[in-house]
């Protein structure tokens, strides 16, 4: 049996890929600098050619039949309360605290349920990924804990 497409996500991705080459356009528009001193166009570049493959992607999938599911409010909820959450606490208790409360808000609102073994994993993976690529790699200036909070 031969699944058609729907042109609403055809649609859906091609918008996608022409977001991406606007982006993409916007960057060359900038300084590319070199490999050693990177300049304000690499970044929008590089993040305009994914956006748009993806959006490519996203416009040829193989059409599979897809039960629709009702909205979730809870979900909406509770993935909004944990960016609040998140950017709330960054600065004030530190980068690893900030994650945790992420990661935790986040799977209560998700549909489905998660083992603790499997948040714990998350939990530590994202902050040592975060540490590392934020703290030591970029070194934006992020404590991974806060030192002298509850002084």
């Known amino acids: 049996m031969i699944k058609q497409r729907r042109l609403s996500d055809v649609l859906f991705g091609v918008l996608i890929v022409i977001f991406g080459l606007y982006v993409a356009y916007a960057g060359t ?3 590319m600098g070199s490999m050693s001193r990177i300049g304000p166009g690499f970044f929008p570049l590089g993040l305009g050619i994914i956006i748009a493959a993806l959006g490519l992607v996203a416009a040829l ?3 599979e039949s897809k039960q629709e599911t009702a909205f979730n409010f809870r979900s ?3 993935l909004s309360l944990a960016l609040i959450t998140f950017a709330l606490l960054v600065e004030s ?3 690893v605290p900030a994650t945790m409360s992420l ?5 209560i609102g998700g549909r489905e349920r998660i083992s603790v073994r499997t ?7 994202l902050s040592l990924v975060g540490y590392l690529l934020f703290i030591k790699l970029l070194r934006l200036p992020l404590e991974p ?3 002298g909070v509850f002084s």
């Open 119 to 125: 948040l714990i994993g998350t939990i530590v993976g």
């Open 145 to 147: 804990f806060a030192t």
């Open 29 to 31: 528009q900038l300084s």
């Open 76 to 78: 909406l909820v509770f």
């Open 93 to 95: 208790l530190g980068l």
């Open 61 to 63: 999938e193989p059409a």
């Open 103 to 107: 990661v935790i808000l986040t799977a």
